[in-house]
């Protein structure tokens, strides 16, 4: 069994080999057959929808903001992942022997999950200092470090697992298979020592998330509080800044909260479709599970229809999240969303000029620009700085936080 097969078939069997063992049918195998169709197009179909995403970044206009950065390198971790996820169900689906390959294959997926899950860090931590540090942003947030922290985004969980799976690996398989070009099962990934181990590289990151997003939100509401007030007050200017000034940067507060709001979308998406395998995962294993040795057996021989039809539910909410994330960006990135839209006009003008024309006089674009301008999307969000009558400083004024 590999890698992959023990994260969504816990027991460190197949589905086929377990029902046979316990007396089933080829009703089972059938089923197999029936649904590996199904999981291999919804794969393929995430992985178009994130492609998209990713090319629609082409035909962007505004300038590249990191929170723009780290979400473009979110949905090719997402690509990537639907393309491992595919491969993974296709061999091992099929039984085919590809030795090393399929090992590989499945190291990279294993990696797949913690690369979603620290991009998603990432971004919290980006707003969070957008939000603040507003006056110290630009210096700390450079263009540079943003390219920099994206290749870590990668690297780094890859070699994390392999670390980890070197560590746990006291036999030595995990290296072996990979200079004998086998796929032997790694009997130390049916340990609930490494299990929990991996499962900690998703669920501490979404602690620490779910800290940052509840400071920022508190803070949020505060400033929010704080404008309301002086709307209320109905003060005309405020240090020398007329009130038409004064309400687009209410705007662009509008739009950070905005673009906070859509990475907890994705959170939520990326919670629902992981731990649900990786609480199986995590309580039934052969060595030192809640669920473990003859008591898995019997348990998946007494509920193995049961067992099937969670794994199954598994796989789809996995697919599902992989396919959620790039509607959230179309839908709440107006950006990604006007980029998209170009896209598709490029494209088809290529078949149908006429057509393209037609469709640029419906005036979207105009549209979208403009929402941008005023600080309708995630472009450019400007903390502002105000006193109120007894001298306290509300916010200030002069810098602009690009998140």
Not at 6 to 32: A, I, K, V
Not at 266 to 289: D, E, N, R, V
Request: aromatic letters at 10%.
């Amino acid at each position: 069994m590999s890698a992959e097969d023990q994260l969504l078939d816990p027991e460190n069997n197949t589905n086929n080999t377990q029902m046979e063992n316990c007396g089933g049918d080829s009703t089972t195998t059938e089923q197999s057959y029936i649904f590996l169709p199904i999981l291999l197009g919804s794969c393929l179909i995430a992985m178009i929808v994130n492609v998209i995403v990713i090319a629609s970044a082409r035909w962007i206009r505004c300038s590249m903001t990191p929170n723009l950065k780290i979400s473009l390198s979110l949905a090719a971790a997402d690509a990537t992942s639907s393309t491992m996820y595919g491969l993974i169900v296709l061999i091992s689906g099929y039984g085919y022997n590809l030795g090393v390959f399929l090992y590989i294959v499945e190291l990279l997926r294993l990696s797949g999950i913690v690369v979603t899950v620290v991009h998603l860090l990432a971004l919290s931590l980006n707003h969070y200092i957008g939000i603040l540090k507003p006056l110290h942003y630009n210096s700390i947030v450079t263009s540079k470090k943003v390219s920099t922290v994206i290749w870590m985004l990668w690297l780094v969980p890859f070699f994390t697992v392999v670390g980890i799976c070197t560590a746990f690996d006291v036999e030595g398989t995990f290296w072996n298979n990979l200079r004998r070009n086998t796929n032997e099962d790694a009997e130390f990934m049916s340990t609930f020592s490494f299990r929990i181990t991996y499962s900690s590289l998703f669920f501490i990151p979404i602690l620490i998330m779910v800290v940052c997003y509840t400071h920022i939100l508190i803070v949020v509401k505060k400033q929010q509080i704080r404008w309301n007030n002086l709307s209320r007050v109905g003060s005309t200017r405020v240090q020398g800044k007329p009130n038409q000034k004064m309400s687009r940067e209410h705007k662009q507060l509008e739009g950070n909260v905005r673009a906070i709001y859509t990475t907890l979308l994705i959170l939520g998406s990326c919670f629902i479709g992981w731990a649900p395998a990786l609480l199986s995962y995590t309580m039934m294993c052969m060595t030192g599970c809640y669920i473990s040795g003859a008591d898995l057996d019997d348990f998946n021989c007494r509920h193995a229809y049961l067992i099937m039809g969670l794994r199954m539910t598994d796989n789809i909410l996995i697919i599902l999240k992989m396919l959620a994330n790039p509607i959230i960006y179309s839908i709440r990135m107006r950006e990604i969303k006007d980029g998209t839209y170009r896209m598709l006009l490029a494209i088809i003008g290529l078949f149908s000029k006429s057509r393209r024309e037609a469709m640029e006089s419906s005036g979207f674009y105009y549209r979208s620009r403009l929402q941008n301008s005023i600080g309708g999307g995630t472009i450019q969000v400007r903390v502002i700085s105000m006193k109120n009558g007894n001298g306290n400083q509300l916010m200030s004024a002069e810098e602009n936080t690009l998140l």
